[in-house]
């Protein structure tokens, strides 16, 4: 049998004194610092090029959306939340998506659909705001989901300086 030798406690100890005074100090010490409560959402979180928020559709400058439906989103999305409908096209590029939904109370934000498209039609947009009252609304179809290639270009150069930096750090 192992006996645990307690420590003897003082009685300031023993009314938790020392953790009151230390709990007050810092307390004191907030008082007097700058306030940090964000007024959300009249001031809303400030986003960057770095920011992953729900990811959108590519439309190019021509009118058309940038996917060509090949599904490989869908298939690296580990959230399961994106669902591809795709159908012939008579442009160059073939195939386009007929629907394209995804479920944002599943969307984890994790980007992997933006890193998994070989046609740089899928980016993480700097939209944070999620809200609405039924989960069917939140269901994005592709309507939605598409977005002008100029709403999404600082995330788009960002991604390209980091792709570019990977091709340059494997060649050598
Ligand atoms: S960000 Fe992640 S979870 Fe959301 S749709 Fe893309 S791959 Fe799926
Ligand atoms: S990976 Fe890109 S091109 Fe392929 S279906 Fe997804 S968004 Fe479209």
Redesign the pocket.
Known sequence: MVIVKRKTLSLAERLYLPEVVRGLSITFRKLFQPKITRQYPEDPLPTTSVTRGQPR?VVKDDGNI?????????AACPAYAIT?DGHETDRSIERE?EEFQIDMLRCILCGF?EE????D??FMSNELELADTTRSALVYDLERLKRPAAALAERMDYIKRINKRWQTSSST
Do not use: F, R
Request: charged fraction near 10%; glycine fraction near 6%.
């Open positions: 559709l940038a996917c060509v439906s090949c599904g490989l989103c869908e591809i998506p659909c998994a498209c070989p046609k039609a899928i």
